[in-house]
């Protein structure tokens, strides 16, 4: 199979992430104290998704002209399903985010100051993830097997507990924090550290923010070997999972007010995670074409999404 990534691919792929965080850092406000409105977050997600596709067909016109038209559907169907479990996974960050800054009392026009320090670190922590879970797969193809068998664990445990919400209060991680660091009673501005009588305490915003950094790292556990189930190719996978997170800020404050209404969606994603995972299984039994996993997914999405409006309806 033909792998891309030449010198100037990752190079031009760099520059792009790098221009494109410039942008929002220094003329959308995101290092200023303002509360992201619906309108700017739509206008954002247009934006996040335009870029994906435009790389997407990049790509696809470059391996059209120089490698044929097969390879280049190829390697553009991988990266939009790619895309598409990555948005998709994503949505559950979602719902933890907005459970997180919910019980530390977070208001709207500081989560945007949060969000854009967690998804700088998720962009380090999964190039990391990617480029290690590239390497393994290379030198030992039955780590597959172990990738599908977590992703059905994983989906069939997602499902079991998707009606249940998690007690922050008896998260270990928070527990630690909370008996090893002084923290402050309420927030200071977008501080992430005070001093009180010559002690430094940690505000609640940078508690909220590890463990915004902390749950994707465990969502990256699932996301990123479900993106391998559909390609091997480190640059596919490592690209399509970055433009999904770069969008992830902007679907929040998209989705925010409207989380309530995709009540069955959990399951739906739980489900995707269970067909990933036997797809990966059947990987050297079964090949099932990029074509068919991406309407799987796109299925799944649509389905959970209509149930979950029916639902909302009947039950209102």
Do not use: C
């Not at 031009?12 to 942008?23: M, Q, S, T």
């Not at 190719?233 to 995709?262: E, K, Q």
């Amino acid at each position: 199979m033909e792998l891309l990534g030449t010198w100037w691919m990752w190079a031009g792929f760099a520059v792009i992430v790098l221009l494109l965080l410039l942008v929002d850092l220094l003329f959308v406000g995101g290092g200023k104290q303002h509360k992201v409105s619906l309108k700017e977050a739509a206008l954002w997600s247009v934006v996040w998704v335009s870029v994906a596709l435009l790389f997407n067909f990049a790509i696809w016109w470059y391996l059209d002209v120089y490698s044929g038209r097969e390879i280049a559907n190829e390697k553009a169907l991988e990266f939009l399903t790619g895309y598409l479990i990555e948005k998709a996974l994503a949505v559950d960050n979602v719902f933890i985010w907005l459970m997180l800054f919910g019980y530390f009392a977070i208001p709207v026009e500081l989560q945007r100051r949060v969000l854009l320090f967690g998804v700088l670190g998720a962009i380090i922590m999964r190039t990391g993830m990617v480029f290690a879970g590239s390497w393994l797969i290379t030198q030992f193809h039955w780590v597959l097997y172990i990738f599908g068998a977590f992703l059905l664990i994983t989906g069939a445990k997602m499902l079991w507990m998707a009606d249940k919400d998690p007690d922050l209060n008896k998260n270990p991680l928070l527990r630690w924090i909370r008996n090893h660091f002084p923290i402050t009673d309420k927030l200071h501005g977008e501080q992430f550290f005070v001093y009180q009588n010559g002690i430094r305490y940690l505000t609640p915003l940078l508690v909220g923010l590890i463990l915004v950094e902390i749950s994707d790292l465990i969502f990256a556990v699932d996301s990123i070997p479900a993106i391998f189930a559909v390609t091997t190719d480190p640059f596919i996978v490592l690209t399509s999972n970055i433009f999904a997170i770069m969008g992830l800020r902007a679907m929040y404050f998209l989705l925010a007010d409207f989380a309530d209404r995709f009540v069955l969606l959990k399951y739906g994603l739980a489900v995707i995670l269970i067909f990933i995972g036997i797809k990966m299984l059947l990987i050297d039994v079964i090949k099932i074409p990029i074509g068919y996993s991406l309407g799987t997914v796109a299925v799944i999405l649509i389905i959970s999404v209509i149930l979950s409006i029916l639902y909302r309806q009947r039950k209102a």
